[in-house]
């Protein structure tokens, strides 16, 4: 049987992107026109229809978004896997705010899918470290997602 397609993020997943989140973005490369698949954290759910995420400027994803804008967002979260598909728009060109050159896309959500394999669950959702400064690090991703939050 076919998982229900959604239109917008459910409460659950709206819950988990309210704060930095590991997830996969998932672009159409801009020289080969395959998949191309990168690791992101700075990701913020303005509202149940829109995600924006942050991504250095000089990341091939800038590159991927400005010439096929059409992107999926894999969240591991409510143990399961889940796909957010879309259109992304630069929303900012330099997020204001920060000390890095950081572009603000903003993803409009066509369909939200559980992509999860038949009669399984996430037992443990996966986490990460960052691997320079803490303090550094922990400041500079407070001040993405506040940047995020206001954009």
């Not at 409460?11 to 191309?36: I, M, R, W, Y």
């Not at 896997?81 to 929303?91: D, E, L, M, N, R």
Request: no cysteine.
């Amino acid at each position: 049987m076919a998982n229900q397609v959604e239109r917008s993020l459910i409460p659950a997943l709206f819950e988990q992107l309210q704060t930095e989140k590991f997830v996969t973005l998932s672009t159409v490369d801009h020289e080969s026109s395959g998949p191309n698949v990168s690791a992101i954290s700075w990701v913020f759910a303005k509202d149940e229809q829109t995600v924006f995420f942050a991504v250095d400027q000089r990341s091939r994803i800038v590159e991927n978004i400005k010439k096929n804008s059409l992107v999926v967002i894999n969240l591991i979260a409510n143990e399961s896997t889940y796909s957010i598909g879309g259109k992304a728009v630069i929303h900012q060109s330099k997020l204001d705010g920060v000390p890095l050159k950081l572009t603000l896309f903003k993803l409009d959500i066509d369909e939200v899918r559980d992509v999860m394999f038949y009669g399984s669950k996430i037992s443990t959702e996966p986490t990460y470290e960052k691997t320079y400064d803490k303090n550094a690090a922990d400041r500079l991703d407070r001040q993405v997602i506040e940047a995020m939050k206001d954009a």
